[in-house]
């Protein structure tokens, strides 16, 4: 029986819940994801729980928040002047890519603004949270 080793790429459905239950994203409605293991392309956590599977198989399993997006960090939340950046019309929870002084991009999301002031978050959304997933590993390529 073939099993997932690192370096195999793999072929899966997902469906991420919350601990509360909310389903947060799926691939069950749409084409499955695939991805290398052991080469950064997802969570640690997910690749870790792929380890050992068989092609084939199903499973559901919790990743901590240290093995998912990390912990949630305050020192990327930061306050703007609305003069500096008088095109910015936010709503809140509005998605915007901002450019760092090193010329990379970075995703962050409105947070909070008033008259004055514009809160930002570059937290990931699930930074923080404990992710509980059911996956169905559909295909294992042997890359070796």
Known sequence: MVKVENDDTVKIHYELKLKDGTVYESTLNQEPVKFR??????????????LGLNEGESKTFKVPFEKGFGSYQRDLVVTIDRDDHPY????????LT?????GT???????DFSDS?????????????????DIQLLEIFKNK
């Open 37 to 50: 293991i052991g080469n950064n392309e997802t969570i640690i956590g997910l690749e870790q729980a792929l």
């Open 88 to 95: 910015l019309e936010p709503e809140i929870g509005q998605m």
């Open 98 to 102: 901002m450019t760092n002084p090193d």
């Open 105 to 111: 991009l970075t995703t962050v999301k409105v947070a």
């Open 117 to 133: 002031t514009v809160t930002l978050d570059a937290n990931h959304p699930l930074a923080g949270e404990d992710l509980i997933f």
